[in-house]
């Protein structure tokens, strides 16, 4: 009787503080739909290195990473840009990356807080459609989906483990990651 009244307040608790990141996340993570895309960004963007992210057999998307400086470097703005290969859902790229972000050992509320900001970032994409991550070492990070929407995280512990879900020495695909910066094999 006493645990099922624990279990019962533990699940109120956490359907309380997913609905105050939902509120939160409207209210202060900004979004625009215009058709800013990250060129506007990055005054003279260079072309760092781009490789496929496959999943089994299927290709899912092309990545290119773009700097300030002439060769990978995490002290300068980088920009991530991702060109889909086939249809991908919202739903899974999302729980793909927080199957990702789980690995940098965060508490579960942090958890949900994160997989809020992707909610409000994250969109479907179809075949040939684009999407890109501006990343700063300051902690601010932009998504970006061409012709649609632009969001703004200013929260530096969610940028760095998201940017290196790809870029991070660390990453579940070294081979993909050395390609993306540079050091093709």
């Known amino acids: 009787m006493i645990t099922r009244f624990f279990t019962t307040k533990i699940i109120f608790q956490r359907i309380k503080l997913f609905f105050l990141v939902i509120i939160f996340n409207s209210l202060f993570v900004p979004v625009s739909l ?3 895309w990250w060129n506007s960004i990055l005054e003279k963007p260079y072309f760092i290195g781009e490789g496929v992210l496959k999943v089994f057999i299927w290709d899912i998307y092309i990545l290119k ?20 290969l086939r ?19 965060i508490s579960n509320n ?3 807080i994160w997989q809020g900001y992707l909610e409000q970032s994250i969109s479907d994409m179809l075949k040939g459609e684009k999407a890109a991550i501006y990343w700063e070492p300051t902690g601010k990070i932009i998504f970006f989906v061409q012709g649609g929407k632009k969001v703004v995280i200013q929260d530096n512990e969610f940028a ?6 790809w ?3 660390n990453t579940e695909r070294p081979k993909l990651r050395k390609k993306i910066i540079g050091q093709n094999e």
């Open 34 to 36: 215009s058709n800013d």
């Open 65 to 84: 990473l773009y700097s300030e400086s002439k060769k990978f470097n995490k002290d300068k703005a980088l920009v991530l840009e991702f060109e889909y």
């Open 87 to 105: 249809n991908t859902s919202k739903k899974s790229v999302i729980k793909a990356s927080v199957n990702e972000l789980k690995k940098v050992n």
């Open 110 to 112: 942090k958890l949900v």
């Open 160 to 165: 760095n483990a998201y940017i290196n879900i």
């Open 167 to 169: 870029l991070g020495e």
